[in-house]
């Protein structure tokens, strides 16, 4: 049997020289990043707050050109569960290409995509299973949140759709127009019809202004009044889409007794439950999907990132009732992606027998606390959140207070805290409102050694953050 974290030379090479670390890393440009911002499109994100040039890659470890190494927390937005080039989704992939299979095949059948698709619903909760369907889509997770709600209307003649504040579920017109960022569709037209948006529970920043068990029922209730007063204004929905636990949002996890009264309302009138577990599926959570935590069964799922061992692959799978479209309803040229179908049945299969969910609530345990630790010693450090390895820890200015008693999102010191993670070899993405959260999407084989460095450094990164403000404090 294989061991959660595979011991290879170049992983004990990376881990050397990266715990070996002493001082700030350079950040400096390089030629080839100066092309990349005189040549790529003005859209491009990451290399603007993460100027690198990666060369290698293993593990929970990636190189850039000058030879600096960095834990990643970011893991390719939770696509790696297994980290980079983990010799079970490589030996999969290699396995693959000397079959001779051929590479593209529509959504022909293959062994390979068979025992893709036995695997998986292997792992489907089997009230869910038994029945279920599945459509492979494009390569992105966007084109399984668009194949879910064609789905559904279809199967519902109807038109309305269900989203929630801070969603996000992709950069097609569709999904935008589900997805709760202004930013992306503000210079946009053209997008759907049909929308209507509802208060996601957020205990830092509840909506209705309340916290805890209150601000779920006041949820609960408000969804079940618009749905039941005829004067609502907002027609029979064809269904309700949201993620288990939001992550470009700001790492916040739907409370369980919510999901619960959730499935039970849209179950009530006919309204198909579509969960969004692109980025919080496949052992994120510490449930191989993050509805299992709460007991419920959904009509549709969406899935991508993990579940193609770190290639593009994209499926949603649903209650066979709802197998309503007709044939071609949704098709993509690229939904038979064979190496992809390979490494994530060899993923989907290691998660398994390593039972690594259990190691993932271990060590997302451990490093939630870390960050509780930084909470309670820096005071701009706001709210700790998540499950399992999907975190978030949101930064605020304390000077400032809302309605709640919380104090402001700030995001120019979370660009600041990202800036200092990284000058010392940390990977970390934020997030949420205003860009203020600090996100952790660390590859589900992260060691306990490996997180304790991981606390190390956003400690010293924490402290650096704070010393310009000491020395104004000194100097007034």
């Known amino acids: ?53 990666l060369k290698r890659a293993q593990g929970v470890y990636v190189e850039d050109s000058r030879g600096q190494v960095y834990i ?30 051929p590479l593209h095949t529509l959504d022909l059948s293959t062994p390979i995509k068979d025992a893709f698709v036995q695997t998986l619903f292997e ?38 759709v269900l989203a929630f504040h801070g969603a996000y579920h992709g950069m097609t017109l569709g999904t935008l127009s589900l997805s709760g960022n202004l930013g992306p569709k503000n210079a946009l037209g053209g997008l759907l019809a049909g929308v209507q948006f509802l208060p996601y529970p957020h205990d830092y920043r509840c909506p209705f202004g309340l916290s805890g068990e209150r601000s779920i029922d006041a949820s609960l209730h408000y969804i079940r009044h618009m749905l039941s007063d005829p004067e609502s204004g907002i027609t029979q929905p064809a269904a309700m889409i949201l993620e288990t636990v939001q992550g470009e949002g700001g790492v916040i996890p739907a409370p369980v007794r919510w999901l619960q009264g959730l499935r039970d309302i849209t179950r009530e009138h006919g309204i198909a439950l579509i969960l969004d577990e692109i980025q919080c599926g496949i052992g994120r959570t510490g449930d191989f ?33 709802l197998d309503q479209w007709q044939p071609g309803a949704h098709a993509g040229t690229f939904r038979g992606n064979q190496l992809a179908m390979a490494a994530g049945d060899a993923t989907l299969r290691f998660i398994r027998q390593e039972q690594l969910t259990a190691h993932v609530r271990n060590v997302g345990a ?111």
Not at 85 to 100: D, W
Not at 144 to 153: D, F, G, N, Q, Y
Not at 296 to 317: E, F, N
């Open 1 to 53: 049997m294989s061991v959660i974290t595979p011991t290879t030379s170049t992983t004990q090479e990376l881990q050397r020289r990266h715990t070996g670390l002493s001082g700030r890393y350079c950040l400096d440009s390089t030629p080839a990043l100066q092309r990349q911002m005189q040549r790529e499109s003005n859209a491009r994100s990451y290399p603007r707050r993460i100027p690198l040039e």
């Open 72 to 101: 990643d927390c970011l893991a390719g937005a939770g696509t790696l569960a297994l980290g980079h080039n983990h010799p079970v989704t490589v030996e999969a992939i290699q396995k693959a290409l000397g079959s001779g299979i």
């Open 123 to 160: 792992l489907l909760p089997g009230e869910f299973a038994q029945d279920a369907r599945i459509q492979f889509c494009g390569p992105t997770g966007a084109d399984a949140v668009e194949a879910a709600i064609k789905l559904s209307r279809t199967a519902s003649r109807q038109q309305t």
């Open 289 to 321: 999907f993050a509805f299992e935590h709460s007991g419920i069964t959904p009509d549709v799922v969406t899935l991508s990132k993990a579940i193609g061992g770190g290639l593009p692959l994209s499926v949603v799978v649903y209650r066979g009732e």
């Open 366 to 476: 451990q490093l939630q606390r870390l960050l509780q630790g930084l909470q309670a010693e820096f005071d701009w450090v706001g709210d700790v959140r998540g499950r399992g390895l999907m975190l978030g820890m949101e930064i605020v200015d304390p000077a400032s207070s809302d309605v709640l008693g919380r104090p402001a999102a700030d995001g120019d010191r979370a660009r600041r805290l990202q800036r200092a993670c990284l000058e010392r070899g940390l990977i970390v993405e934020l997030g949420g409102r205003h860009g203020a959260t600090v996100r952790f999407l660390p590859p589900l084989i992260i060691s306990e050694a490996e997180v304790e460095h991981v606390g190390q450094i956003l400690y010293q990164s924490a402290q650096a953050v704070d010393e310009p403000i000491f020395a104004l404090k000194r100097q007034g």
